[in-house]
């Protein structure tokens, strides 16, 4: 099969935000507790109790942004039952995953310190369910004040004087749901009321994050939007937010590491609607808020699997495989070529959960085949997204309910002084792909590296046994032509003259 990419080098769609390869680790299952934290007294080698192993894998992938403490858990999380000296903190039962109990010793100076470690923002997510405003209010402070105020100087009594400088703040997570129930209308209502206090204490930018709907609601967003900016009644209030942030979970098709070549595609086409959404949602946004001052944010995205056999069911602790990776190469693709659209996404999640980058067993740690595609696609943090048009067949794959298509080939391209970053997908399960790269705007190219991503079994996966099952390797610069292996992601980086 022969396909082709052209590439307009001299045009730009918009710069990427670093934060479209941001993470999310919530209180749940094993992501905190054990998969980062594992406490200063541990026999894993740790710092202030953070995992190094997980620590040194992670800054690899150069993660610009982590959300926390959740997900469904935020909004019941009390932050002051998270400072002070551990052995004071209150034991809490988190009623959201599994029952289990939360010795709170994981509390805002520790996720500050893992951000520091390994070199993200902190996105923090406030508790508007069962909260209150001035218990969020009162975190800010907390976190962000530099002045004389009770709750700065207990912050420097808990053993950080300066400030955390917190720039990334959620308003309640899923409020349609877990978050509250809440109808778009009253959710709308309480951002109005709850945003009026949230001040920044003196950080700028400080971006305010509104829960946005559950995948494809344009209902939700409309409704949402309406009420803050005054459509309904009353005075705008659309600048008391700066992101707004949908969730989109594709699910799975089979389990996590057994499914037949229609189910390998069928769970990439569900992935690849994230594109459709993400342009639905910003277009229902763009009527109010057509300068785009309000972000776009993704901060739940994902593979959602059955558990792996044997685990408490409300840990989701799940295997990744190849198939997992192009999920996630063709998701931030798709962000990357919509880099005018969105500003943040948030893949779920970091350690041990969901479609996480890292699983941990003990002592022992194994990168998965996604933690490999964050890696490979570092190099479009901060570039230039610029058009990238492809030519592609479509397969076509059968699913219960009737036949469905996807591209044979996806893609992006980003470009920085110093080079060209191309990245293609190949979904096909058996067949190579012949490329044809057409890079106009630019008068010499070379090609200096390209890394490749694939396995020969679409059900491969690491393992503690076998970790290194699956990862990428350098192909052969000097060929002629660019020949994509069967179910693979590569990463073509071009010098430009
Ligand atoms: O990521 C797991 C859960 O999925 C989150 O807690 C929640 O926000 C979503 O439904």
Same mark, same amino acid.
């Given at each position: 099969?022969?396909?082709?990419?052209?590439?307009?080098?001299?045009?730009?769609?918009?710069?990427?935000? #670093?934060?479209?390869?941001?993470?999310?680790?919530?209180?749940?299952?094993?992501?905190?507790?054990?998969?980062?934290?594992?406490?200063?007294?541990?026999?894993?080698?740790?710092?202030?109790?953070?995992?190094? $192993?997980?620590?040194?894998?992670?800054?690899?992938?150069?993660?610009?942004?982590?959300?926390?403490?959740?997900?469904?858990?935020?909004?019941?999380?009390?932050?002051?039952?998270?400072?002070?000296?551990?052995?004071?903190?209150?034991?809490?039962?988190?009623?959201?995953?599994?029952?289990? !109990?939360?010795?709170?010793?994981?509390?805002?100076?520790? @996720?500050?310190? @893992?951000?520091?470690?390994?070199g993200?923002?902190?996105?923090?997510?406030?508790?508007?369910?069962?909260?209150?405003?001035?218990?969020?209010?009162?975190?800010?402070?907390?976190?962000?004040?530099?002045?004389?105020?009770?709750?700065?100087?207990?912050?420097?009594?808990?053993?950080?004087?300066?400030?955390?400088?917190?720039?990334?703040?959620?308003?309640?997570?899923?409020?349609?749901?877990?978050?509250?129930?809440m109808?778009?209308d009253?959710?709308a209502?309480?951002?109005?009321?709850?945003?009026?206090?949230?001040?920044?204490?003196?950080?700028?930018? @400080?971006?305010?994050?509104?829960?946005g709907?559950?995948?494809?609601?344009?209902?939700?967003?409309?409704?949402?939007?309406?009420?803050?900016?005054?459509?309904a009644?009353?005075?705008?209030r659309?600048?008391?937010?700066?992101?707004?942030?949908?969730?989109?979970?594709?699910?799975?098709?089979?389990?996590?590491?057994?499914?037949?070549?229609?189910?390998?595609y069928?769970?990439?086409?569900?992935?690849?609607?994230?594109?459709?959404?993400?342009?639905?949602?910003?277009?229902?946004?763009?009527?109010?808020?057509?300068?785009?001052?309000?972000?776009?944010?993704?901060?739940?995205?994902?593979?959602?699997? #059955?558990?792996?056999?044997?685990?408490?069911?409300?840990?989701?602790?799940?295997?990744?495989?190849?198939?997992?990776?192009?999920?996630?190469?063709?998701?931030?693709?798709?962000f990357?070529?919509?880099?005018?659209?969105?500003?943040?996404?948030?893949?779920?999640?970091?350690?041990?959960?969901?479609?996480?980058?890292?699983?941990?067993?003990?002592?022992? !740690?194994?990168l998965? #085949?996604?933690?490999?595609?964050?890696?490979?696609?570092?190099?479009?943090?901060?570039?230039?997204?610029?058009?990238?048009?492809?030519?592609?067949?479509?397969?076509?794959?059968?699913?219960?309910?009737?036949?469905?298509?996807?591209?044979?080939?996806?893609?992006?391209?980003?470009?920085?002084? $110093?080079?060209?970053?191309?990245?293609?997908?190949?979904?096909?399960?058996?067949?190579?792909?012949?490329?044809?790269?057409?890079?106009?705007?630019v008068?010499?190219?070379?090609?200096?590296?390209?890394?490749?991503?694939?396995?020969?079994?679409?059900?491969?996966?690491?393992?503690?046994?076998?970790?290194?099952?699956?990862?990428?390797?350098?192909?052969?610069?000097?060929?002629?032509?660019?020949?994509?292996?069967?179910?693979?992601?590569?990463?073509?980086?071009?010098?430009?003259?």
């Amino acid at each position: 099969m022969k396909q082709s990419v052209v590439i307009e080098a001299d045009q730009k769609i918009a710069r990427i935000n #670093p934060n479209i390869y941001g993470h999310f680790a919530e209180h749940l299952g094993h992501c905190v507790y054990e998969g980062i934290w594992v406490g200063n007294d541990s026999a894993i080698e740790n710092r202030n109790g953070i995992r190094c $192993d997980v620590v040194d894998a992670l800054r690899r992938i150069k993660p610009p942004v982590v959300r926390w403490p959740g997900g469904c858990f935020a909004d019941d999380y009390h932050w002051q039952d998270g400072i002070g000296r551990r052995e004071n903190r209150p034991e809490r039962i988190n009623v959201h995953w599994g029952g289990v !109990i939360d010795n709170n010793h994981f509390g805002t100076h520790e @996720f500050m310190d @893992f951000c520091a470690q390994i070199g993200a923002e902190p996105y923090v997510c406030g508790n508007m369910g069962s909260g209150s405003v001035r218990e969020m209010r009162d975190w800010i402070e907390y976190m962000n004040c530099a002045d004389n105020s009770t709750l700065a100087r207990l912050r420097g009594k808990n053993g950080h004087p300066e400030p955390f400088s917190v720039k990334y703040f959620g308003i309640g997570n899923e409020n349609w749901g877990c978050g509250g129930s809440m109808s778009p209308d009253y959710y709308a209502h309480e951002v109005r009321r709850y945003s009026t206090f949230l001040y920044s204490f003196g950080v700028q930018p @400080f971006h305010r994050i509104a829960c946005g709907p559950s995948g494809d609601d344009p209902s939700w967003t409309r409704r949402f939007f309406e009420v803050l900016s005054g459509y309904a009644g009353g005075f705008s209030r659309l600048s008391s937010i700066q992101g707004f942030a949908l969730h989109y979970y594709c699910g799975t098709a089979g389990t996590a590491t057994e499914y037949t070549d229609d189910q390998w595609y069928e769970l990439l086409a569900k992935a690849m609607k994230i594109e459709s959404i993400l342009v639905r949602h910003r277009a229902i946004m763009d009527g109010f808020d057509p300068e785009r001052k309000i972000g776009l944010v993704i901060d739940e995205w994902g593979t959602w699997h #059955p558990v792996i056999e044997g685990t408490n069911p409300r840990f989701l602790r799940q295997q990744n495989t190849i198939r997992d990776a192009l999920v996630a190469a063709l998701s931030l693709d798709i962000f990357n070529r919509n880099a005018d659209k969105v500003v943040m996404t948030n893949i779920a999640q970091t350690v041990n959960v969901l479609q996480a980058m890292i699983l941990t067993r003990g002592s022992d !740690i194994l990168l998965t #085949p996604t933690y490999h595609v964050y890696e490979m696609y570092a190099a479009h943090q901060g570039a230039d997204s610029v058009p990238c048009r492809v030519k592609t067949d479509r397969i076509t794959f059968e699913t219960i309910t009737g036949k469905s298509s996807l591209p044979t080939l996806a893609g992006s391209c980003s470009r920085t002084d $110093d080079g060209i970053t191309l990245s293609l997908v190949n979904t096909h399960v058996s067949e190579p792909v012949e490329v044809s790269v057409d890079l106009r705007g630019v008068s010499k190219t070379e090609l200096r590296s390209w890394r490749v991503l694939a396995s020969d079994d679409i059900h491969d996966h690491n393992t503690f046994e076998e970790p290194e099952n699956v990862k990428p390797v350098d192909e052969d610069i000097t060929s002629s032509t660019i020949e994509l292996q069967p179910a693979s992601v590569s990463v073509l980086i071009y010098s430009v003259d």
